[in-house]
């Protein structure tokens, strides 16, 4: 887990430091990891195997938004640590899986006596929440687009 995006810029002893406030879940396919509208405090990394990220459409069917498989620098939930919100997202096992869970109030608890290691966490979560920003932005460009498309052609 050391090269997983949230932990590359951390020395070793850093990074021994702060893996221990993460809990180590066995989840097997078919799983609900995260049931979207439902309030959190959490956040996943993705050990092993393989999740989708799932919308519930207006007619309350599930559509697939991505495939996320262990080995990238997906990060899930994260907003649920600043926030303790509502999920944004279903995320469910698609194979048996392995995910590291952190709370929120296990990361503010090292964060405040870990500063150093926490604003390298923070750091990371910050990009991460603003490339998922962007990208939400550029859906509502492309989804507005489309709807000035159907209304000017009726």
Same mark, same amino acid.
């Given at each position: 887990m050391k090269n997983?995006?949230? *932990?590359?810029h951390l020395t070793q002893e850093e990074f021994e430091q702060i893996i221990h406030i993460f809990q180590e879940k066995r989840i097997k396919k078919d799983t609900l990891i995260i049931k979207?509208?439902? #309030?959190?405090?959490?956040? *996943?990394?993705l050990a092993e195997g393989k999740v989708s990220v799932?919308?519930? #459409?207006?007619?309350?069917?599930d559509y697939v938004v991505t495939i996320i498989e262990a080995g990238g620098d997906e990060f899930f939930g994260e907003i649920n640590l600043i926030d303790k919100g509502?999920? &944004?997202? #279903?995320?469910?096992?698609i194979?048996?899986?392995v995910i590291l869970e952190v709370t929120s109030?296990? =990361?503010?608890n090292f964060m405040d006596k870990n500063p150093i290691i926490g604003y390298k966490i923070m750091w990371y979560m910050s990009k991460?929440?603003?490339?998922?920003?962007?990208?939400s932005?550029?859906?509502?460009? &492309? =989804? *507005?687009?489309? =709807?000035?498309?159907?209304?000017?052609?009726?």
């Open positions: 997983h995006a949230i *932990f590359k979207e509208g439902e #309030t959190g405090d959490s956040a *996943f990394l799932v919308k519930e #459409t207006i007619y309350g069917e509502k999920r &944004t997202s #279903t995320i469910k096992a194979e048996d899986s109030d296990k =990361l503010k991460s929440l603003a490339r998922h920003l962007r990208k932005d550029s859906d509502v460009i &492309t =989804l *507005f687009n489309a =709807l000035v498309e159907v209304v000017e052609n009726d």
